[in-house]
């Protein structure tokens, strides 16, 4: 009989300590890309509309960078957007 797998361990980082990203960095970059209003969707402390979905694994990467190309109207590449 095979045993179920399952999530063993979840790491939950709220603090900053295990990846330390810089949040300014983040946002000139996405307002360079040309996403508007960048700042209301990632807040410092709740991602709203498709930042909260892809930090929740609604949507993948993929999906992620194509909501992003729609808001920008312009071709981006994923290397710029990640």
Do not use: W
Not at 15 to 32: P, S
């Amino acid at each position: 009989m095979m045993k179920r797998r399952g999530i063993k361990n979840l790491i939950i980082d709220f603090g900053g300590v295990l990846i330390d990203l810089d949040r300014q960095r983040c946002l000139e970059n996405f307002r360079k890309l040309g996403l508007p209003d960048v700042e209301v969707m990632l807040d410092l402390y709740h991602q709203q509309d498709f930042f909260q979905k892809y930090e929740k694994g609604l949507i993948t990467s993929a999906e992620f960078r194509e909501v992003i190309r729609g808001k920008i109207g312009k071709p981006v590449t994923d290397a710029q957007i990640d």
